[in-house]
């Protein structure tokens, strides 16, 4: 008599659960008999496979490509196929992706009501109510998620109610219960929570279910720290059974999570040695799972779901005096799996492979005397798009820090940490693919953000030549060099200093020897020739956008790029035909890109942001990253906001100015809003100009800025009229843009700066990265 594959599955589960490895290769093996003679049993022999290297490996990423390519398959059993839904909605969590986890559960309910499989549709119910719980904590949902939730783990419950308490309803009900309580600590239900995590103590005691056991007295453990610290001592002693339990079945990732409350609780306690201690012994812990995934994108999802760890323990760490341990935490949650990408440049990662942060003293000798680094550290950022919407509902995120924004000063000699006093989320923008210079640009926001983030730092920046700037969060959006000082003057100086950006100083030190900032080169090995520049005026539609709308046209960057590459002796592709393929085979060749079109940043999917090299051509970010691969020292994206990128938490910076560095760029020039194009055109030529000349990126770009803020309209005038009558080939349109220009500029003062508002300088900035 056949066996059917699916009646294999719950006791596969419950032995893997338990760490039964014995059991479950023995129920490998006995699938992997049936698979060779029943074409059906295929499909579950490749799951439970895919199931088991998930558990025992924590390779997330691995274990999400499986499930996809599983779902793939034609002739795909319906059952089976809402198993692998469940699976990998639990995968794509773990890598704190909320919004598809949610997704992918909803559509394993669909499936199981269709197939009228009650016990599994209440799993699927329990893991939507999950998503939502996760997606709240980590600050992506609102409070409002918190009771779809609810209601999802009462609709488990209902239909769990209508069949026989087996074994297998039991542990349904595991699960469900579980959830439910950590949905009620949200709303602040403690004694709701006990209640629930009572009942699952209880069925995993009875059932010697010890993974779930130690679940329920971690969950407990939480509800009795909130309790108040007449239930201290509870809270430890559930917190340490949780611990054992979680180190016997070799659960790192539980283990991890029961830390990180464990030192907060020491910390509420006053135990704080204990605490920092704990914290270290968490973060070490976090280190090695994340070696384990060989996907980038999946070791920077799971840094983001641990990125309140890394949080709280900055927080603790400063307020302890314990700074140059605080700072290096900051080194290692910034942009931690980008220093990964840069080793290999590729996003398919050699598992255990792992480029460590620099420590503070590699940092400090690196730093010459006449720099200072100011390095960023947000807390407590809510990225819920209607974090401000009013909710009757009471809820907390627990384990989530309290919103700060720190500034961590470092020279040569010295390490100073300054509490800026500001909420992240008061500084991030509304829309970030919105205008951010509406956002940053008013006197009075710049005036304030130099109080908060540069004052306290003041009296490390004077006589200082270069400024090195790690923004973090929001911050990534600030134009520092635009911040308005006491006396009125702005960062940007005709004397300096210099402001370079970087993802982290472990990023910029590992790339430049900064201590002769005209270095720029990640390797010796260098292009053979000068600069490729592409240049189109022609802008292609958005996907969804009416494909019939003319195009909007550019009138400079056609003759931006052939005039740089005049400049510089090198080839300009311009004019409204394909260049992508061209650019592959010619980019590695040359030691400067240019690019010089319509920029567009996609906020919902930063890695679809993308420059237009024709009307019916892209180059997004992911193509940048997957097929581009340079030896450049400098690439300069000379388009509308190709520097804004989507800030994740645990890893930042996913846009353009990301795939570029990831490709080869060591050093980018980008623009952090839309750009004026005239304005644009002369700040370039003069940048291009000063390069020529053997002068660094970063003192070329500062002089340029400089050059445009004080240009007068006189010289404008003279410059435009001089380019309309000597450049040969200029488009109709833009010669009558230039002369509409100049009828503007003779109307004007000849001393007056048309260009002066940081509006038209301010956007270009240099990352080193």
């Given at each position: 008599?056949?066996?059917?594959?699916?009646q294999?599955?719950?006791?596969?589960?419950?032995?893997?659960?338990?760490?039964?490895?014995?059991?479950?290769?023995?129920?490998?093996?006995?699938?992997?008999?049936?698979?060779?003679t029943?074409?059906?049993?295929?499909?579950?022999?490749?799951?439970f496979?895919?199931?088991?290297?998930?558990?025992?490996?924590?390779d997330?990423?691995?274990?999400?490509?499986?499930?996809?390519?599983?779902l793939?398959?034609?002739?795909?059993?319906?059952?089976?196929?809402g198993?692998?839904?469940?699976?990998l909605?639990?995968a794509?969590?773990?890598?704190?992706?909320y919004?598809?986890?949610?997704a992918?559960?909803?559509?394993?309910?669909?499936l199981?009501h269709?197939?009228a499989?009650?016990?599994?549709?209440?799993?699927a119910?329990c893991?939507?109510?999950?998503?939502?719980?996760?997606?709240?904590?980590?600050g992506?949902?609102?409070a409002?998620?918190?009771?779809?939730?609810?209601?999802?783990?009462?609709?488990?419950?209902?239909?769990?109610?209508?069949?026989?308490?087996?074994?297998?309803?039991?542990?349904?009900?595991?699960?469900?219960?579980?959830?439910?309580?950590?949905?009620?600590?949200s709303?602040?239900?403690?004694?709701?929570?006990?209640?629930?995590?009572?009942?699952?103590?209880?069925l995993?005691?009875q059932?010697?279910?010890?993974?779930?056991?130690?679940?329920?007295?971690?969950?407990l453990?939480?509800?009795?720290?909130?309790?108040?610290?007449?239930?201290?001592?509870?809270?430890?002693?559930?917190?340490?059974?949780?611990?054992?339990?979680?180190?016997?079945l070799?659960?790192?990732?539980?283990e991890?999570?029961?830390?990180?409350?464990?030192?907060?609780l020491?910390h509420?306690?006053?135990?704080?040695?204990?605490?920092?201690a704990?914290f270290?012994?968490?973060?070490?812990?976090?280190?090695?799972?994340?070696?384990?995934?060989s996907?980038?994108a999946?070791?920077?999802?799971?840094?983001?779901?641990?990125?309140?760890?890394?949080?709280?323990?900055?927080?603790?760490?400063?307020?302890?005096?314990?700074?140059?341990?605080?700072?290096?935490?900051?080194?290692?949650?910034?942009?931690?799996?980008f220093?990964?990408?840069?080793?290999?440049?590729a996003?398919?990662?050699?598992?255990?492979k792992?480029?460590?942060?620099?420590?503070?003293?590699?940092?400090?000798?690196?730093?010459?005397?006449?720099?200072?680094?100011?390095?960023?550290?947000?807390?407590?950022?809510?990225?819920?798009?209607?974090?401000?919407?009013?909710?009757?509902?009471?809820?907390?995120?627990?384990?989530?820090?309290?919103a700060?924004?720190?500034?961590?000063?470092?020279t040569?000699?010295?390490?100073?940490v300054?509490?800026?006093?500001l909420?992240?989320?008061?500084?991030?923008?509304?829309?970030?693919?919105?205008?951010?210079?509406?956002?940053?640009l008013?006197?009075?926001?710049?005036?304030?953000?130099?109080?908060s983030?540069?004052?306290?730092?003041?009296?490390?920046?004077?006589?200082?030549?270069?400024?090195?700037?790690?923004?973090h969060?929001?911050?990534?959006?600030?134009?520092?060099?635009?911040?308005?000082?006491?006396?009125?003057?702005?960062?940007?100086q005709?004397?300096?200093?210099?402001?370079?950006?970087?993802?982290?100083?472990?990023?910029l030190?590992r790339?430049?020897?900064?201590?002769?900032?005209?270095?720029?080169?990640?390797?010796?090995?260098?292009?053979?020739?000068?600069?490729?520049?592409i240049?189109?005026?022609s802008?292609?539609?958005?996907?969804?956008?009416?494909?019939?709308?003319?195009a909007?046209?550019?009138?400079?960057?056609e003759?931006e790029?052939?005039?740089?590459?005049?400049?510089?002796?090198?080839?300009?592709?311009v004019?409204?035909?394909?260049?992508k393929?061209q650019?592959?085979?010619?980019?590695?060749?040359?030691?400067?890109?240019?690019?010089?079109?319509?920029?567009?940043?996609?906020?919902?999917?930063?890695?679809?942001?993308?420059?237009?090299?024709?009307?019916?051509?892209?180059l997004?970010?992911?193509?940048?990253?997957?097929?581009?691969?340079?030896?450049c020292?400098?690439?300069?994206?000379?388009?509308?906001?190709?520097?804004?990128?989507?800030?994740?938490?645990?890893?930042?910076?996913?846009?353009?100015?990301?795939?570029?560095?990831?490709?080869?760029?060591?050093?980018?020039?980008?623009?952090?809003?839309?750009?004026?194009e005239?304005?644009?055109?002369l700040?370039?030529?003069?940048?291009?100009t000063?390069?020529?000349?053997?002068i660094?990126?970063?003192?070329?770009?500062?002089?340029?800025?400089w050059?445009?803020?004080?240009?007068?309209?006189?010289?404008?005038?003279?410059?435009?009229?001089?380019?309309?009558?000597t450049?040969?080939?200029?488009?109709?349109?833009?010669?009558?843009?230039?002369?509409?220009?100049?009828?503007?500029l003779q109307?004007?003062?000849?001393?007056?700066?048309?260009?002066?508002?940081?509006?038209?300088?301010?956007?270009?900035?240099?990352?080193y990265?």
């Amino acid at each position: 008599m056949a066996i059917d594959p699916k009646q294999l599955m719950q006791p596969f589960l419950t032995a893997l659960h338990r760490r039964d490895l014995t059991a479950c290769t023995a129920i490998l093996q006995e699938i992997a008999i049936l698979a060779a003679t029943q074409s059906a049993a295929r499909g579950w022999h490749e799951y439970f496979v895919a199931v088991l290297h998930h558990e025992s490996d924590g390779d997330f990423a691995i274990a999400e490509r499986r499930y996809r390519d599983l779902l793939q398959a034609t002739d795909l059993d319906p059952f089976l196929s809402g198993q692998i839904r469940i699976s990998l909605t639990s995968a794509i969590m773990q890598v704190g992706n909320y919004s598809g986890a949610i997704a992918t559960a909803q559509t394993a309910i669909e499936l199981f009501h269709t197939l009228a499989e009650p016990l599994e549709e209440a799993k699927a119910w329990c893991q939507l109510g999950l998503a939502n719980y996760l997606g709240h904590n980590a600050g992506d949902f609102d409070a409002e998620v918190l009771m779809i939730g609810v209601t999802a783990c009462q609709t488990a419950l209902d239909i769990l109610g209508q069949r026989t308490a087996d074994s297998q309803a039991i542990e349904a009900y595991t699960m469900v219960w579980n959830t439910m309580g950590l949905l009620h600590m949200s709303l602040l239900n403690w004694e709701s929570a006990i209640a629930c995590y009572e009942q699952l103590l209880l069925l995993c005691q009875q059932t010697e279910n010890h993974f779930g056991t130690a679940i329920a007295q971690s969950n407990l453990g939480q509800a009795y720290r909130k309790l108040g610290q007449a239930y201290w001592i509870q809270a430890q002693a559930a917190f340490t059974a949780a611990l054992v339990s979680f180190r016997a079945l070799q659960r790192p990732g539980e283990e991890i999570a029961v830390l990180a409350d464990l030192a907060l609780l020491y910390h509420e306690i006053g135990q704080t040695a204990q605490g920092l201690a704990t914290f270290a012994e968490a973060l070490t812990l976090v280190e090695t799972v994340r070696a384990r995934n060989s996907s980038a994108a999946a070791r920077a999802g799971f840094l983001a779901t641990v990125t309140d760890l890394f949080a709280n323990a900055v927080l603790y760490h400063v307020q302890a005096g314990a700074l140059a341990q605080a700072f290096a935490y900051v080194e290692h949650a910034r942009a931690r799996a980008f220093l990964d990408l840069l080793d290999v440049g590729a996003v398919t990662l050699e598992p255990s492979k792992s480029i460590a942060p620099l420590s503070l003293h590699q940092i400090q000798a690196a730093l010459p005397a006449d720099a200072v680094l100011l390095e960023y550290f947000t807390t407590g950022l809510i990225e819920s798009p209607d974090r401000y919407t009013l909710t009757t509902i009471r809820a907390e995120r627990p384990g989530f820090p309290q919103a700060a924004t720190l500034l961590f000063v470092v020279t040569r000699t010295t390490l100073d940490v300054f509490d800026t006093h500001l909420s992240p989320n008061d500084l991030y923008p509304s829309a970030v693919d919105a205008p951010v210079e509406e956002h940053f640009l008013d006197p009075a926001m710049r005036s304030a953000l130099y109080t908060s983030l540069l004052a306290p730092a003041a009296h490390h920046l004077r006589d200082k030549r270069v400024i090195y700037v790690a923004p973090h969060g929001p911050l990534h959006y600030v134009p520092f060099q635009a911040l308005v000082g006491g006396p009125g003057e702005t960062l940007l100086q005709q004397a300096g200093p210099q402001l370079i950006y970087t993802p982290s100083a472990s990023i910029l030190l590992r790339a430049h020897p900064v201590a002769q900032p005209s270095g720029v080169a990640r390797t010796s090995e260098q292009a053979p020739r000068s600069c490729l520049a592409i240049g189109c005026n022609s802008v292609s539609l958005p996907v969804g956008q009416d494909q019939q709308a003319p195009a909007i046209q550019l009138h400079y960057a056609e003759e931006e790029a052939s005039a740089i590459a005049e400049l510089t002796g090198g080839m300009a592709l311009v004019g409204d035909h394909q260049k992508k393929e061209q650019l592959f085979q010619l980019a590695g060749d040359y030691q400067m890109l240019h690019f010089s079109c319509h920029g567009a940043f996609d906020a919902t999917a930063p890695f679809n942001s993308a420059l237009h090299l024709a009307s019916d051509e892209l180059l997004t970010a992911q193509e940048v990253f997957d097929r581009l691969r340079i030896r450049c020292n400098l690439v300069i994206l000379s388009a509308c906001a190709s520097g804004l990128s989507q800030v994740r938490r645990g890893d930042e910076l996913y846009g353009l100015a990301r795939a570029f560095m990831v490709a080869g760029a060591s050093a980018l020039v980008v623009t952090q809003w839309r750009v004026d194009e005239r304005a644009t055109y002369l700040l370039m030529c003069q940048l291009h100009t000063l390069l020529k000349q053997g002068i660094d990126p970063a003192t070329a770009l500062h002089r340029a800025q400089w050059y445009l803020r004080t240009l007068s309209a006189q010289a404008a005038l003279a410059t435009l009229t001089h380019i309309q009558a000597t450049r040969l080939g200029l488009s109709q349109a833009l010669h009558t843009e230039i002369a509409n220009a100049c009828t503007l500029l003779q109307v004007q003062p000849p001393t007056s700066t048309p260009f002066a508002d940081p509006y038209f300088w301010a956007p270009f900035i240099l990352i080193y990265g």
